[in-house]
């Protein structure tokens, strides 16, 4: 299995909304990784995970709550989310952080209303 | 911090046109350079890694090369198939402020007509 699987591929929510974003790999990587990125955009980092552990968090506003039950799971929880917030949100993993190249998954298509 | 320029922004080729796509580089230490491919709504798509300068990598049309500056996407006889947005990003070695990150430049997109 060499894919990051990313579910929804699409979610509409309002502004008072609770949703979470998933993310699963079984390849044994041991970094993930949640990226946003605007339309005609490139990627921009938000969290990063290594063996579990949030390593790196860009100043992300606290109403994106990232979380890692275990090695094979990434979640993105979201809370009180603004229209600006619109975006695709995708996921990567590596086999280990800050070395080997990232595996995408397809993304989540986030609206906010 | 590091930083990656691509160029040009745009590129519309006719098909069988061959051209080549820019990426410039500023990093501490590099440990890889990567370059994606992007659909639209898609997330990237994992081209080639090039670790060192010299280093060339080939796939089908495609040809990455790599020297202590820049890096070039060669398309050779394009077709309508490669029509895509193009990512270049770099990683840096351990003890760098970006370590842990992959720093993307903003793309070039390409697209081919028949």
């Known amino acids: 299995d060499t894919e990051v699987t990313q579910t929804p591929k699409h979610l509409v929510m309002g502004m008072t909304n609770k949703k979470s974003l998933k993310c699963e790999q079984h390849?044994?990587?041991?970094?993930m990784y949640w990226y946003k990125q605007k339309a005609k955009k490139p990627p921009e980092l938000m969290f990063v995970y290594s063996y579990e552990k949030l390593s790196i968090n860009e100043s992300v506003p606290s109403r994106f709550s990232p979380e890692c039950p275990n090695s094979s799971l990434l979640n993105l929880h979201l809370h009180a989310l603004q229209p600006e917030d619109s975006a695709l949100y995708l996921c990567a993993s590596s086999q280990e952080m800050g070395n080997y190249g990232y595996t995408f998954g397809s993304g989540t298509r986030l609206t906010v209303v | 911090e590091d930083q990656v320029t691509q160029s040009p922004e745009a590129l519309r080729l006719q098909e069988g046109e061959s051209s080549s796509l820019n990426c410039s580089y500023t990093v501490s230490g590099l440990r890889g350079l990567f370059w994606y491919r992007q659909d639209p709504g898609k997330g990237p798509e994992f081209l080639f890694t090039l670790y060192s300068a010299g280093e060339e990598k080939e796939k089908e049309r495609l040809k990455a090369t790599l020297t202590k500056k820049e890096s070039f996407l060669h398309i050779t006889a394009p077709k309508p198939e490669d029509s895509a947005t193009y990512l270049c990003a770099v990683q840096s070695l351990p003890g760098g402020t970006s370590y842990g990150k992959l720093t993307f430049g903003q793309g070039t997109i390409l697209t081919v007509h028949p």
């Open positions: 390849m044994g990587h041991r970094a």
